[in-house]
T-cell receptor, first 110, second 113 residues
Framework: EDQVTQSPEALRLQEGESSSLNCSYT??????LFWYRQDPGKGPEFLFT???AGEEKEKERLKATLTKKESFLHITAPKPEDSATYLC???????????FGQGTRLTINP | DVKVTQSSRYLVKRTGEKVFLECVQD?????MFWYRQDPGLGLRLIYF???????EKGDIPEGYSVSREKKERFSLILESASTNQTSMYLC????????????FGSGTRLTVV
């Protein structure tokens, strides 16, 4: 069964304290891995797409990396406005849909 | 920017009512999706559509139906609302070429009492 697991469920950091969020997947034929950010009461907002192992994408304080089994979302020197839930999703070969992980709720304290 | 608009942010309905959730996208996307999001369960796919009048069941279609009469509009229908359908409902659209994933609407928080 295709599965996407994110860890930790929740992470609380101090402003400026760098860390990483994990997304591990077990799927039959990866055709893309997506990271989204979701603020409370809003829909998810697209951040990155990764297609192959070794690929990296960056946006401001965020960097996403991909291996054959997992992806990391690294956050460097975070600010309180980076507080959100971060969702990981995969597109599987032959499928039109995305399979989502349960998300990591990130809180950055000033 | 692509916009996906959901007709209501908040809805309160009574058990047994027929409920319509509307979603409109403005970028001529082929694919449209309905998810529900619940604490601890993440996003679960209810139905999706890859063309007008075409629909496919997702992971949790029971108790729901959909309608796509026009390319830009995808409606989710709760035939007889029940309290276990209280949830956040998210609509999304996207192209078959997966360059950037889906674009989501802002969500409709439905409460069934």
């Amino acid at each position: 069964e295709d599965q996407v697991t994110q860890s930790p469920e929740a992470l609380r950091l101090q402003e400026g304290e760098s860390s990483s969020l994990n997304c591990s997947y077990t799927v039959s034929g990866l055709r893309g891995l997506f990271w989204y950010r979701q603020d409370p009461g809003k829909g998810p907002e697209f951040l990155f797409t990764l297609y192959s192992a070794g690929e990296e994408k960056e946006k401001e304080r965020l960097k996403a990396t991909l291996t054959k089994k997992e992806s990391f979302l690294h956050i460097t020197a975070p600010k309180p406005e980076d507080s959100a839930t971060y969702l990981c999703a995969v597109k599987i070969q032959g499928a039109q849909k995305l399979v989502f992980g349960q998300g990591t709720r990130l809180t950055i304290n000033p | 920017d692509v916009k996906v608009t959901q007709s209501s942010r908040y809805l309160v309905k009574r058990t047994g009512e027929k409920v319509f959730l509307e979603c409109v996208q403005d970028m001529d996307h082929e694919n449209m999706f309905w998810y529900r999001q619940d604490p601890g369960l993440g996003l679960r796919l209810i139905y999706f559509s890859y063309d007008v009048k075409m629909k496919e069941k997702g992971d949790i279609p029971e108790g729901y139906s959909v309608s796509r009469e026009k390319k830009e509009r995808f409606s989710l229908i709760l035939e007889s609302a029940s309290t276990n359908q209280t949830s956040m409902y998210l609509c999304a659209s996207g192209e078959i070429r997966w360059n950037y994933g889906y674009t989501f609407g802002s969500g409709t928080r439905l409460t069934v009492v």
